[in-house]
């Protein structure tokens, strides 16, 4: 035997070893890429802005039609010539956005994803996801125990409630009836078991992320905390800020990862929204460092147009929408600035203050690369109360808490003022703001006041 013929035969030796000891892996497992493709147009739609009953709810239309806003090519689903000829391709479509005119394509073949650039029909390719060398997926605490009924005997939620006068509306009676709201978040942990939650108005629950989880509600538990912070009410102990709203639980937010395919879950959670009827979104998430760095963003970045997420957000008040979104919890690191989109326009972005009115260090501060003042106004988001995933009160930090706070004050108020449109509330709202005189880049337009709010449009009538 020649002295190659020994070599081969011990390599192969220890390739065998190898395998049977687990020190070498039988084969590589494919990781995971997402490509959004920008199209060029709707061209072979079945759809027609003369029949909008065919892809937007009666109550979606009756919002439009109440603050006399028209339709446009946007509204129109994406081409299902084009999503046809992406399948027929073999490409897998995860997401869709008609506001954009995009699709999210995933697969392990990233040569082969952005091939599908050369369609005719496709504008743009944008690499937005590649999966991590190491991905765990969240494991939800199991449940040990049954739930209990909230204990308190002082209202753990007056002092924010308070803080901006929301008090007012509520002993008016208005307390969000008849408003429909969507709450954009990553998870509803344990909301379908405990009790003050499971007595919500739900009008049901969608998920948009890829791979969809089998249960939002055993998944991530911060929407659940910013839900019972508006939908709650346990009275004299816990009182959200529109307990009488209706709720729609919108999971777009992959916990696990950070990455800009994100964005097209919004997109798409936000476009359901509407489409659904929604008045109000609650959208405490924020983002500006993913998981591969090439896709950071700069504070270049924060001018409303830039970046996929802002414009879908930009869009909503001409929809009719009213978007409060969460500054961000910057403030003490480097990047400092707020998360996109809360650089959108025409939306109302909240920060944290504590319950004297003090800023909190942690608060994401503007203005936005063009200049516009941000954050819109603040509510508190220092100690703020909310249910925690044992079903008990708690006291928490962040702006994704504050936002809440703000976005019942929102279906509230325009409980009281029907007649209103998206743009005008926003608009009251940021006049109510106890800086609107002098805003800053830390308070912006400083802490509304929803009671004087209410109090000067009834004087006008």
Not at 30 to 49: E, F
Not at 222 to 241: D, P, R, T
Not at 402 to 416: E, M, R, T
Request: proline fraction near 4%; charged fraction near 25%.
């Amino acid at each position: 035997m020649t002295l190659v013929s020994k070599t081969y035969l011990f390599l192969r030796f220890l390739l065998v070893i190898g395998f049977l000891l687990g020190v070498l892996p039988l084969e590589t497992e494919a990781r995971r890429y997402m490509v959004r493709l920008n199209l060029s147009d709707k061209h072979g739609t079945r759809y027609s802005l003369q029949h909008p009953e065919a892809f937007l709810s009666q109550r979606a239309l009756e919002r439009r039609a109440r603050q006399h806003l028209s339709l446009d090519s946007t509204d129109l689903p994406v081409s299902q010539v084009y999503l046809d000829g992406l399948a027929a391709r073999g490409a897998n479509v995860v997401s869709k956005s008609k506001w954009n005119n995009s699709v999210l394509v995933c697969g392990d073949s990233l040569p082969f994803l952005k091939s599908l650039g050369d369609l005719p029909y496709v504008l743009k390719t944008e690499l937005v996801y590649i999966e991590p060398d190491s991905l765990k997926p969240f494991e939800c605490p199991r449940r040990t125990k049954t739930f209990d009924e909230l204990k308190g005997d002082d209202d753990a939620t007056r002092e924010q409630l308070e803080q901006i006068h929301l008090n007012a509306l509520h002993k008016a009676g208005f307390r969000g009836k008849g408003i429909l709201v969507a709450v954009l978040d990553g998870g509803f942990q344990y909301a379908d078991h405990i009790p003050a939650l499971k007595r919500i108005n739900k009008v049901g629950e969608r998920d948009f992320v890829f791979p969809p989880s089998h249960n939002i509600y055993r998944e991530h538990s911060h929407g659940m905390k910013v839900l019972s912070v508006m939908a709650v009410h346990e009275k004299g102990i816990f009182e959200g800020s529109a307990p009488e709203a209706d709720y729609w639980l919108l999971r777009c937010e992959q916990t696990e990862t950070e990455s800009r395919s994100e964005e097209d879950f919004w997109a798409a959670a936000a476009e359901f929204a509407d489409s659904a009827g929604v008045d109000v979104i609650n959208s405490s998430l924020g983002y500006s460092e993913y998981d591969d760095e090439e896709q950071n963003y700069g504070y270049r970045h924060l001018d409303g147009h830039t970046m996929m997420i802002s414009r879908m957000a930009s869009m909503l008040a001409r929809k009719g929408i009213v978007l409060v979104c969460s500054a961000g919890n910057s403030g003490n690191d480097q990047w400092k600035k707020i998360t996109i989109p809360a650089d959108a326009f025409d939306v109302l972005t909240v920060g944290a203050v504590t319950s004297d009115g003090e800023n909190t260090a942690f608060s994401s501060v503007g203005p936005t690369a063009d200049g516009r003042v941000k954050p819109d106004v603040m509510a508190m988001g220092g100690y703020c109360s909310v249910i925690n995933a044992e079903g008990e009160i708690s006291q928490q930090n962040g702006t994704s808490f504050s936002s809440p706070l703000v976005a019942g004050a929102v279906a509230c108020l325009w409980q009281a003022l029907p007649e209103k449109t998206a743009s005008e509330i926003i608009e009251l709202i940021r006049r109510s703001g106890d800086r609107y005189n002098w805003p800053d880049n830390i308070y912006g337009y400083g802490i509304p006041d929803f009671g004087k709010i209410l109090e000067q449009e009834k004087k006008k009538l």
